[in-house]
């Protein structure tokens, strides 16, 4: 498409089905985190951050669901005024019909 320039930030790690499902979250410093559907410990997903670091972005993997702590994230993310990040998974709860989470930095 003309005036618009394609750049690859980031390959996630994991498998065919293991990638992001939702929206990317940009904080006020720049970085976006996001989350994986279930890639990471017993394939549960996980919640992850790339932050700029001289034109490559690099990339840290904040939070690996186990499934005690819920599993398969489908939500966008979001931040709290204090930075903190919250977000749902489709499975877990005492019903397992899906959990709400809190992520403190």
Avoid: K
């Avoid at 919640?47 to 819920?70: K, R």
């Avoid at 979001?78 to 005492?94: I, K, R, V």
Wanted: charged fraction near 10%; proline fraction near 3%; include cysteine.
């Amino acid at each position: 498409m003309r005036g618009w320039n394609f750049n690859l930030l980031y390959g996630l790690p994991g498998w065919s089905f293991s990638g992001t499902f939702r929206d990317l979250v940009l904080d006020s410093s720049g970085n976006l985190f996001a989350t994986t559907h279930c890639d990471g410990v017993g394939q549960n997903g996980t919640i992850y951050e790339l932050v700029p670091a001289g034109g490559a972005w690099n990339f840290t993997q904040l939070w690996l669901f186990d499934g005690s702590d819920g599993s398969f994230l489908f939500s966008d993310l979001t931040f709290d005024n204090q930075g903190n990040l919250y977000g749902t998974t489709s499975s877990g709860g005492e019903y397992f019909y899906g959990e709400v989470f809190r992520l403190t930095p």
